[in-house]
């Protein structure tokens, strides 16, 4: 699969050492090495304008399932990438790193929506 949702997953996978690739449901995913919730592009080909929905399995469990908004979970993901690897840091490094791992985002993203549009939908 391609697409805006796909982009996103891959992006979260790369952000080690709290992800890693997973192919599962044959498709390339993100598996969260904290808690085991597997992060799955939705095919979005359907739809007039991708808007990189993302499928999440909580802890690996297909019974407890959510489609969230990808560019709000990749960058919670940054967020936290970027605090790990800061650990003992100026907060100045760990600012860089993170607008480091922002600008990547948001060149997938093509640009990230305003946080407060994202939960209103």
Request: aromatic share 8%; glycine share 10%.
């Amino acid at each position: 699969m391609t697409g805006l949702s796909q982009r996103i997953v891959d992006y979260v996978a790369e952000l080690t050492p709290l992800f890693t690739f997973q192919f599962a449901d044959g498709h390339d995913c993100a598996l969260s090495l904290t808690d085991g919730s597997l992060y799955m592009p939705v095919d979005e080909s359907g739809h007039e304008k991708e808007e990189g929905w993302v499928t999440v399995l909580w802890q690996g469990d297909a019974h407890r399932r959510s489609e969230l908004p990808g560019p709000l979970l990749a960058y919670q993901a940054a967020l936290r990438c970027a605090q790990l690897h800061g650990i003992g840091k100026p907060p100045w490094e760990v600012s860089a790193h993170l607008e480091i791992l922002l600008a990547r985002l948001r060149a997938i993203c093509g640009g990230l929506p305003s946080f407060e549009a994202i939960l209103r939908t």
